[in-house]
């Protein structure tokens, strides 16, 4: 359950958020939504993988953190092992929206009902005085610039559709002991069907900035032999 809420310094001065990592605060989860503008960052760490919605007949990114459902390999107990976390996980509890109205400026919202929601601990999201605190304000940030990726990320889907630049993927990894883990339900950049692409397809990828995500998702495949081997570590360990 979800308890949204606009966030405002009247009704909430003095809330605090934890921002420490761990399964009890929502962070076993096996992917994250990403955009594409934000592909840069996270191809350092991450396999950047497209899922579809059969509902809507469209696509959307994700960063791989697992196998299987539940599984973060990044999470070791109250820390996140990387460098960068994707802004889906790194702006949460909050979330931006419509204002009451529907209409004008998006607002930063809340959820009240999640964990990292303290009770006396975390850090504060407003000062005494009523005014945002630097985390706040980096939160702002933040959620503004995964919000501006989530406009533009239409286009980027559209031009993959267009030339047919998705491709589903079909991936089977034997564990050092012998488990069999089959990832399913996603799709990469089809790599073949790039390198035909002729110089005017390309040069309308490029017209519309969407040859750098291309170009950052094909590298974060590279991070698939990498999460191998911390599933590999995590199991020889318990």
Same mark, same amino acid.
């Given at each position: 359950?979800?308890?949204?809420? &606009? ?31 934000? +592909? ?7 396999? &950047? ?9 469209? +696509? ?6 697992? #196998? ?5 390999? +990044? ?9 960068? %976390?994707?802004?889906? &996980?790194?702006? %949460? /509890? ?12 998006? %607002? ?9 929601? *303290?009770?006396?601990?975390?850090? $504060? ?6 005014? /945002? ?20 990320? *239409? ?12 491709? /589903? ?8 002991? *012998? ?5 399913? *339900? #996603? ?5 073949? $069907? ?20 291309? #170009? ?11 999460? &191998? ?10």
């Amino acid at each position: 359950m979800t308890n949204h809420a &606009i966030l405002t310094a009247e009704e909430h001065r003095d809330l605090r958020v934890r921002t420490d990592r761990g399964v009890a605060l929502g962070d076993a989860v096996m992917s994250c939504i990403t955009v594409p503008s934000e +592909f840069r960052q996270v191809q350092n760490d991450y396999p &950047i993988l497209f899922r579809r919605n059969p509902e809507r007949d469209d +696509f959307a990114a994700v960063a791989l953190f697992g #196998f299987e459902a539940g599984e973060n390999l +990044f999470l070791d107990g109250d820390r996140w092992d990387a460098d960068h %976390q994707p802004l889906a &996980i790194a702006i %949460q /509890p909050f979330l931006i929206g419509a204002n009451a109205a529907g209409f004008g400026d998006k %607002q930063v919202h809340i959820d009240l009902a999640s964990p990292r929601i *303290g009770t006396g601990e975390g850090t $504060r999201v407003f000062a005494a005085d009523g005014r /945002p605190t630097p985390y706040l304000e980096s939160i702002a940030e933040q959620l503004g610039a995964l919000d501006e990726g989530y406009q533009g990320a *239409g286009a980027f889907f559209a031009a993959l559709k267009r030339h047919d630049l998705l491709e /589903p993927l079909t991936l089977e990894v034997t564990l050092d002991d *012998g488990a069999i883990n089959r990832l399913v *339900g #996603f799709h990469v950049i089809d790599e073949d $069907r790039l390198r035909a692409l002729d110089a005017a397809a390309l040069g309308e990828l490029h017209d519309g900035d969407h040859l750098m995500p291309i #170009f950052m998702a094909l590298a974060s495949l590279a991070n698939l032999g990498k999460l &191998i081997a911390r599933k590999n570590r995590r199991m020889a360990h318990g």
